[in-house]
């Protein structure tokens, strides 16, 4: 299972958000360039749809690839009263075949994404993982030079956390304690709920700007 959140950035205010997560975590950042393909499975494999994504990163010398099938969220008068969103999530490592593989057992090719930018990981009352990306993409299959922003301007974050169902309270609380901290510079609840940018971000930014991340917190 994973525990998440998402919102949006101005992409001219992703710098003083990158000093804020650089305080707040007290690791080095890491480069982000991800190949992310998503497929539907066909007629052949039954009448409940399924999708996976194949995600290659290609930060890495030799690119490596990941298979990612996620699952349904945790549903109930208990999951609606929390605001970080639990679901199954599968994930394993891949040959560079995969794609190959899925396409003869009958899955389809329904769009493709290129994820530049940065990820922090690190500990914090459990393992997180925050990623701010712009979202492009592709004029031609599978060409990654040529990817052009979904929505130019506007950066995508997404804080992420693995559980269990033993522990997930314990991970939502410590994701949403995170994210309070992250609330003067971007909204952040569960995916598909859009709320926009922060009237307060461009006040933030600038504090922190001036401030130059010096205070670890």
């Known amino acids: 299972m994973e525990c998440v959140v998402q919102g949006i950035i101005e992409t001219q205010h992703v710098e003083a958000l990158e000093i804020l997560l650089q305080g707040l975590c007290g690791v080095r950042r890491e480069r982000l360039r991800v190949h992310e393909i998503c497929l ?93 990306s712009s979202v492009n993409k592709m004029l031609q299959l599978h060409a990654t030079d040529e990817a052009v922003p979904v929505t130019p301007g506007i950066q995508l974050v997404e804080v992420t956390a693995p559980a269990t169902s033993e522990n997930y309270t314990e991970v939502v609380a410590a994701v949403s304690s995170f994210c309070e901290y992250l609330a003067p510079l971007l909204h952040l609840s569960k995916p598909g709920i859009s709320t926009g940018v922060v009237p307060t971000a461009a006040a933030a930014a600038a504090s922190l700007m001036s401030d130059g991340g010096g205070t670890t917190l």
Request: net charge positive.
């Open 40 to 132: 539907k499975s066909g007629p052949n494999l039954g009448v409940v749809a399924s999708e996976v994504r194949l995600i290659c990163n290609l930060e890495q010398t030799e690119p490596t690839w990941t298979v990612r099938h996620i699952g349904g969220a945790m549903r109930g008068a208990g999951a609606e009263q929390i605001s970080v969103l639990v679901r199954t999530m599968v994930e394993s490592k891949a040959s560079k075949n995969v794609l190959r593989l899925f396409y003869a057992l009958g899955y389809k090719l329904d769009h493709e994404l290129l994820r530049v930018g940065f990820a922090f990981h690190f500990q914090r009352g459990t393992q997180i993982t925050v990623t701010v």
